[in-house]
Nanobody, 116 residues
Framework: VQLQASGGGLVQAGGFLRLSCAAS????????MDWYRQAPGKQREMVAS???????NYADSVKGRFTIPRDNAKNTEYLQMNSLKPEDTAVYYC???????????WGQGTQVTVSS
C-alpha cells in the first residue's frame, strides 16, 4: 500500500489546514493510521494517532487544536489542524501500520509552514 499525503501549504498563525492521506489500497478499521511531523533540526515526532478501537492520542502540543477524522470507505485519513502556531511548522508524514501483517508504510511528507 502506498500513501499519498497532500494539503500542506503556507498559512498565517491562527489559521487552519486539513491534510489528507490516501492509501492506494483498502485499509481495515483495525489498521492504525497516524501522523508524524519533523521540524528542521528536530526528531520526527508523533502528532496524532488512532488505534483500532477508534481511540485517539495526540501530542500535548496539539491537543484541542488537531483532530484525525478517518474515512475508511475512501481509505483516507485526515489531519484537521486549527489554531495553527508558528511552532507547528514542519514536514508532516502520514503512517500506516497493518495490524494483521505488521507492515508499515509512510507517505512522502507534506510541508506545513505557519507564519507569525
Amino acid at each position: 500500500v502506498q500513501l499519498q499525503a497532500s494539503g500542506g501549504g503556507l498559512v498565517q498563525a491562527g489559521g487552519f489546514l486539513r491534510l489528507s492521506c490516501a492509501a492506494s489500497g483498502s485499509i481495515l478499521s483495525i489498521d492504525v493510521m497516524d501522523w508524524y511531523r519533523q521540524a528542521p533540526g528536530k526528531q520526527r515526532e508523533m502528532v496524532a494517532s488512532m488505534d483500532s478501537g477508534g481511540n485517539t492520542n495526540y501530542a500535548d502540543s496539539v491537543k484541542g487544536r488537531f483532530t484525525i477524522p478517518r474515512d475508511n470507505a475512501k481509505n483516507t485519513e485526515y489531519l484537521q489542524m486549527n489554531s495553527l502556531k508558528p511552532e507547528d511548522t514542519a514536514v508532516y508524514y502520514c503512517h500506516l501500520l497493518r495490524r494483521l501483517t505488521l507492515v508499515q508504510s509512510w507517505g512522502q511528507g507534506t510541508q506545513v509552514t505557519v507564519s507569525s
